[in-house]
């Protein structure tokens, strides 16, 4: 399952109030920055911000040997009850924008030559 499945399925079930806020947040921060590379992450932004003002320093990044080259763990703090309003709301945005979350298109035949040519000279 690709993570931005994985995402929609968490703010599909967050909204109809089978998820915790804990757990969307864990999710969405675990997305965001696996994605934050190919730029994919940029439409989480809004869940992220509603995030990090309620619960600054939830995400500790490790450098690990796998790829993305790190892994994120979450503090074990419950998110603020007075955020959860903000938290549902912004949900509910990147929500309505699920094509955002859709992977990248796949490259042009030009692209897909550089990247055999480049990879038999790197080799």
């Known amino acids: 399952m690709s993570s ?32 934050q590379g ?5 439409m989480l932004r809004p869940l992220m911000d509603v995030i990090e003002r309620a619960h600054p320093g ?3 990044l490790r450098g690990t040997a796998d790829r ?10 419950p998110f ?4 959860e309003a903000a938290l549902r709301e912004a949900a509910m945005r990147v929500a309505g924008t699920e094509s955002n979350i859709s992977p990248l ?10 990247r055999a040519i480049r990879k038999v000279f790197s080799a």
């Open 4 to 35: 931005g499945t994985s995402v929609n399925s968490a703010l599909a079930d967050y909204a109809a109030g089978r998820m915790t806020a804990q757990e969307l947040v864990g999710v969405v921060a675990a997305a965001y920055y696996q994605k």
């Open 80 to 83: 603020p009850k007075q955020w």
């Open 68 to 77: 993305p080259g790190f892994s994120v763990r979450l503090q074990e703090r």
């Open 105 to 114: 298109p796949s490259p042009s035949l030009f692209t897909r030559i550089v």
């Open 38 to 42: 190919d730029g994919r992450g940029e």
């Open 58 to 60: 939830i995400v500790e």
